[in-house]
């Protein structure tokens, strides 16, 4: 099926791994031995993989980008072109995404939407949402831009460049957060501090009666010039 997919005579080899994948150089298909495989789950693995075959360039390239981000736009890219080429492959998708995420293949099922990253909720959105109708990935208006960038990528160049933009958003995003986090931590700090100072200079209410208000003070600020000065680090 593989062979006549890709119209090339590819190398196809079963081994003991976690997922299917493709070497575009070698041009080996590698396809996981799992048990209890339905036929829509491995059309759909043999889909995908073609879809490398046929539309990923083989020739290396350098890029300043984790490929990880890259490798979410394309596998997009090429499941849309790849059931474009081959409609009857679309209710396979349908019915071997359903399937996988029945198994929790993902691994999402258990983990809320707002604590995965923008280009995690992307990848699956167009490996689960858009198939199986996974409704709980969800996005911000915001977001939504860069997800819609991502289904109209046609060619592995534009790819590279929306992967590219999705990266620079989510770091600057994160450099966002974190600098919120620490100026949060800073007046958490100058708060602590100045109801300490307020705590060491209020003489209480449990003085003896009788003591004069006089010494009191000057006995608690003779108490407090004998301490080390507060340290102003978390």
Known sequence: LAKLLATENLFIEHRNVSTAAFDVEQRILFLPIWKNISSDVYDLLVGHEVGHALYTPAAPFKNDIPKSFINVVEDARIEKLIKRQYPGL?????????????????????VPSEKLSLIDRINLYFKIGLHAGFDTVKFS????YYLNRVSDVETFEEAVEVARMIYEYSKKKDEETQEVVSKGQSQQNSSGQSQEQSEQQDPGDGESEGEPQEESSDSNQQESQSQPPQSSEG
């Open 141 to 144: 208006d915001e977001e939504k």
């Open 90 to 110: 679309t209710k396979n998708f349908f019915r071997g995404y359903n399937e996988l995420h029945d198994r929790d293949f993902f691994e999402v099922k258990n």
